[in-house]
Nanobody
């Protein structure tokens, strides 16, 4: 079992920045590919970005490329999402997720075995 706890969400104006954190506990964190997903009201959950076990490989959704950066610190069992140039359409609940395969960090939500409770990000115009 892996427990994931997100933090860092909040209210920010368009053009601003936020940094989300996802702290993991339980099994060896470095065994897991990690991803960030988001879900806006009335919409389906969508993939934002993933990172492999070492942090050397990442995969971004087109909608966030160049604005968001994912990173991880395996010594701290934490994955981060730096969000810059935020837009109102980035408003959503953001979830981190852990894939049971350390090689998977892509967009298929079904490949992720553990999920956090989510943190709200609201971007005002």
């Amino acid at each position: 079992q892996v427990q994931l706890v997100e933090s860092g969400g909040g209210l920010v104006q368009a053009g601003g920045s936020l940094r989300l954190s996802c702290a993991a506990s339980g099994r060896t964190f470095s065994n897991y590919g990690m991803g960030w997903f988001r879900q806006a009201p009335g919409k389906e959950r969508e993939f934002v970005v993933g990172i492999n076990w070492s942090g050397r490989s990442t995969y971004y959704a087109d909608s966030v490329k160049g604005r968001f950066t994912i990173s991880r610190d395996n010594a701290k069992n934490t994955v981060y999402l730096q969000m810059n140039s935020l837009k109102p359409e980035d408003t959503a609940v953001y979830y981190c997720a852990a894939s049971g395969s350390f090689t998977y960090y892509g967009p298929r939500s079904g490949e992720y075995d553990y999920w956090g409770q989510g943190t709200q990000v609201t971007v005002s115009s």
